[in-house]
């Protein structure tokens, strides 16, 4: 149910209202990239929930650090051998107190996962969809190439793009996580750079995207119809940012600001979004984003 935002400015349309908890067992959890793995675990009702780019809160059963679950995005909704969703993955970059301890789970060890939590990606009619990852940001992207590609249906109408282009960047090779997932997906467009020039395109994500602008802007007069959506390291979230907005197409970006409930309470997670009036307003991540309007960011 819809309620006015000036009635009640802690409305959320993305509460955890239909969200479910899962002790979920593992299935696999495997070495994909440099520190970076992919854990996939069985949770059929969550499974079925899902949308591109939502994410989930996990922590390992009977361990208590730490104590909260920590944030993931759903990067693979995998069906059973009769269609019916079952397993989510995520892929993960070894980081802190949960991911460290995570890579030592084993297939047959239970997860305790919650969601699926925030808005995701929404399905907005899109000639030509530009997803720009850098780091771990790819993980939101291979169910959206997917949706919008017509290959898969998460139980929603989404108008089909004709082209999808993931630009996918890292410092370096090693660390360039799933792309053999990427490169999988029939018509996604797969374009890849490395800070030290070891894969692909020696140079920044934003030129790859530049790139890509400019030869859609010669073969169709103009980038009428290009949507950006980004995810990865702020700063270069915000360097998307400003590339989409000096080529005037639409641009959402899913921010991975630290998060402590994922359901709304706790206001750990809020960011600094413009209001109509030009005036800011902090808004949480987990239950009004994590997808926003990055015109709307107020990145410092
Ligand atoms: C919507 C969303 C989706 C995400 N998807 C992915 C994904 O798919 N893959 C992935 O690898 N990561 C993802 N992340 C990031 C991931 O949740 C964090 O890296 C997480 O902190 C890792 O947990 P950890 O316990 O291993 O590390 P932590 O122990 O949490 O430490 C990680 C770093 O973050 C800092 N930190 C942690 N919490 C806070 C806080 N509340 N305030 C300030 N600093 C803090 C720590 O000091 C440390 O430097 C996502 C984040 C969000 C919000
Ligand atoms: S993480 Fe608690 S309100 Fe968003």
């Known amino acids: 149910m819809s309620t006015d935002h000036c009635e009640n400015p802690l409305h959320a349309d993305y509460y955890a209202d239909t969200s479910v908890h899962h002790s979920a067992e593992v299935i696999e ?60 993955d995520a892929v993960y970059l070894v980081k802190g ?10 297939a047959g060890q239970t997860l305790d996962v919650w969601g699926p939590l925030g808005n995701g990606f929404l399905p ?28 898969a249906n998460y139980g929603r109408d989404c108008p089909q793009a004709d082209k999808v282009t993931l630009c996918y960047g890292a410092r370096n090779e090693g660390l360039l996580a799933g792309v053999e997932t990427f490169e999988a997906v029939p018509g996604l467009d797969v374009r890849l750079c490395t800070d030290d020039g070891s894969l692909g395109h020696h140079g920044l994500v934003t030129d790859v995207l530049k790139q890509v602008l400019e030869d859609d802007k010669q073969a169709h007069g103009s980038n009428e119809g290009v949507r950006v959506v980004c995810c990865g390291p702020e700063p270069m979230m915000e360097a998307v940012a400003a590339v989409s907005k000096s080529w005037e197409v639409a641009c959402q970006v899913s921010l991975e600001t630290p998060m402590a409930c994922g359901i709304g309470i706790c206001f ?7 209001q109509d009036d030009g005036s800011w307003d902090y808004k949480r991540t987990c239950v009004e984003g994590p997808v926003f309007d990055a015109s709307k960011i107020v990145w410092h």
């Not at 107190?97 to 084993?106: I, Q, S």
């Not at 169910?143 to 919008?148: D, I, R, S, V």
Request: hydrophobic share 40%; glycine share 8%.
């Open 124 to 151: 907005q009619p899109t000639r030509h969809l530009i997803m720009v990852a850098g780091g771990i940001g790819q993980t939101p992207f291979v169910t959206l190439a997917k949706e919008y590609l017509g290959l």
């Open 29 to 88: 959890n495997v070495q994909v990239a440099e520190g970076t793995w992919r854990v996939r675990f069985r949770c059929p009702e969550m499974a079925s929930k899902c949308k591109p780019g939502q994410f989930i809160m996990l922590k390992i059963t009977d361990r208590d650090d730490p104590l909260i679950g920590r944030p993931l995005a759903v990067f693979e909704i995998t069906p059973d051998e009769h269609g019916v969703p079952t397993d989510l």
């Open 268 to 274: 750990t997670c809020v960011t600094k979004v413009l």
């Open 97 to 106: 107190n949960l991911t460290t301890r995570l890579v030592d789970v084993r």
